[in-house]
């Protein structure tokens, strides 16, 4: 079970979504503005947060900029009714990890956190297991069905990129961007030479397969959920 702490200071609004989350299975605590929560968080263990920015004695900024300067990387799922670009652009650079414009689509809500929450085991955890392949972060070694094997840095960022993310498409200048650093020069064709080099190396594995989305990029999938 998934303890999801919800700060708002509006009632209606954290009673509703203290209600659609505990209807769908996570543990839901509440506080009526950052500082409460905090001293939630002091006492509880919280897998993730949704909080709105526009609230008293401690707005959402100030909360997630607090928890971000003292190292603590659970995710935070910001929602709020104000949806400039500075204001998102403010968010995400203090740290928040995703965005949401009131009135919140419910099931969409429920997706971007069960989203959230696997990407978040997947970091703490720092391996991926698919079937009977394991990738390794801090080995940078792939395990299939019990042989082990180092792949070169840029290789493994590039599959384990991929594969934290099924089915998502990523553009070549994302992952340039991502894994060989904004400041690269590497061109987009340094990507599909990488790419080769990994179908080659998994050609044959069963678990996953790396897909060309023609015209967009590429994506990982799953063979078998």
């Not at 526009?54 to 928890?67: H, I, N, Q, R, S």
């Not at 553009?171 to 179908?199: A, F, G, K, P, Y």
Request: with cysteine; aromatic share 8%.
């Amino acid at each position: 079970m998934f303890n999801i702490l919800v700060v708002e200071d509006d009632n209606n609004s954290r009673r509703l979504t203290a209600d659609v989350l505990e209807e769908n299975g996570y543990v839901a605590v509440t506080a009526c503005n950052g500082e409460k929560a905090l001293e939630i968080m002091d006492n509880k263990h919280i897998d993730l947060v949704i909080a709105d920015i526009m609230m008293p004695v401690m707005d959402g900024y100030a909360f997630t900029k607090m928890l971000r300067e003292n190292g603590i990387s659970i995710p935070i799922i910001m929602v709020t009714a104000k949806e400039s670009i500075s204001d998102k652009k403010q968010a995400f650079t203090i740290g928040a990890d995703d965005y949401m414009v009131k009135p919140v689509d419910e099931e969409e809500l429920l997706l971007r956190v069960s989203a959230l929450l696997r990407r978040s085991q997947i970091a703490n955890e720092r391996r991926i297991t698919v079937g009977g392949t394991t990738f390794s972060y801090d080995e940078l070694t792939v395990s299939v069905n019990g042989s082990t094997s180092e792949l070169p840095p840029k290789e493994f960022m590039l599959v384990y990129k991929l594969l934290s993310y099924p089915n998502k498409i990523f553009t070549r200048r994302q992952l340039i961007d991502e894994i060989w650093d904004m400041s690269s020069n590497s061109d987009e064709r340094t990507v599909d030479v990488h790419i080769n080099r990994l179908r080659e190396r998994f050609k044959g594995n069963g678990d996953f397969e790396i897909v060309t989305v023609r015209g967009l990029g590429y994506k990982a999938v799953k063979k078998h959920e």
